[in-house]
Antibody, heavy 117, light 110 residues
């Protein structure tokens, strides 16, 4: 059974940093791209970025709203994807979901990030 | 980058059929697969349609997907509506360097 479990969310002040983790199980993690999607309170889904599998270079792509502030990485030996969030803004407040592949076929339960002073 | 436009809300009675549209702003709808997700209140999204018209195991065949190149849009059709189908539905597609979500459609079954 495919499982994705996010962790690392919480309350953080504007301008500070936070790192989210996504621990995967039930599939060969290294074979898949991994994505991050967020949902602000009461709003729709917003793509954050994705990281390709090593077979496709392990490169990353980001939404314009987070480019230069957020970084996605992966540790295939541990089946974990990371989302490093720097220079956080109040508008980054959202539930952050980890998903498998660029088609988001499986989703985690999400972790809430609140950016507030 | 392209955009995906969905109706904000739709409503229909139990037992009826409803169709939710998803229109791509630029580029061909057929150039990249379209996915559909269901999100019930307080829950994570789950996939109900992938690769335009494929259903994951466990999704009832009341759910179907299609694309129409003439209108450059994708559609999610739910037949035999049940109250449990009441949820938000999102379409999604991608290109080589982006993923795009539609704004979501709130389905009310009344």
């Amino acid at each position: 059974e495919v499982q994705l479990v996010e962790s690392g969310g919480g309350l953080v002040q504007p301008g500070r940093s936070l790192r989210l983790s996504c621990t995967a199980s039930g599939f060969t993690f290294g074979d898949y791209a991994m994505s991050w999607v967020r949902q602000a309170p009461g709003k729709g889904l917003e793509w954050v970025g994705f990281i390709r599998s090593k077979a496709y270079g392990g490169t990353t792509e980001y939404a314009a709203s987070v480019k230069g502030r957020f970084t996605i990485s992966r540790d295939d030996s541990k089946s974990i994807a990371y989302l490093q969030m720097n220079s956080l803004k109040t508008e980054d407040t959202a539930v952050y979901y980890c998903t498998r592949s660029i088609t988001d076929d499986y989703w985690g339960q999400g972790t809430l990030v609140t950016v507030s002073s | 980058n392209f955009m995906l436009t969905q109706p904000h809300s739709v409503s229909e009675s139990p037992g009826k059929t409803v169709t939710i549209s998803c229109t791509r702003s630029s580029g061909s709808i057929a150039s990249n697969y379209v996915q559909w997700y269901q999100q019930r209140p307080g829950s994570s999204p789950t996939t109900v349609i992938y690769e335009d018209n494929q259903r994951p195991s466990g999704v009832p065949d009341r759910f179907s997907g299609s694309i129409d190149s003439s209108s450059n849009s994708a559609s999610l059709t739910i037949s035999g509506l049940k109250t449990e189908d009441e949820a938000d539905y999102y379409c999604q597609s991608y290109d080589s360097s982006n993923q795009v979500f539609g704004g979501g459609t709130k389905l009310t079954v009344l």
